[in-house]
């Protein structure tokens, strides 16, 4: 079972920025693809950035232009670089494991604690 842990929330005024950790142990972290989740209260979690394995990222649309996605193997470590944020950005932000079945972009596994992001002036 892969554990995650989260870091680098907090409370930043909009137009701000934070940078987002996560660490994934006991697996081989390398050859997974990974993924943000994000959760607003009363909302779906969902899926807001992705990267494959190989480097190949994919953003939804509400945050395409504004977060970057990034990795680095070695330290078994994926970032979300988040610009230029928002009031509707406010939720907590969770890593998984990305699995693909039937075209969709789900987690693997149980989910870590997560990190609170809070944009508000």
């Known amino acids: 079972q892969v554990q995650l842990v989260e870091s680098g929330g907090g409370l930043v005024q909009p137009g701000g920025s934070l940078r987002l950790s996560c660490v994934a142990s006991?697996?081989?972290?390398?050859?997974?693809?990974m993924g943000w989740w994000r959760q607003a209260p009363g909302k779906q979690r969902e899926l807001v950035a992705s990267i494959t394995s190989l480097g190949r990222t994919n953003y939804a649309d509400s945050v395409k232009g504004r977060f970057t996605i990034s990795r680095t193997n070695a330290k078994n470590t994926v970032y979300l670089q988040m610009n230029s944020l928002k009031p509707d950005d406010t939720a907590v932000y969770y890593c998984n494991v990305v699995i693909i079945r039937a075209g969709v972009r789900l987690p693997r596994h149980d989910w870590g604690q997560g990190t609170q992001v809070t944009v508000s002036s």
């Open positions: 006991g697996s081989i972290f390398g050859a997974n693809d």
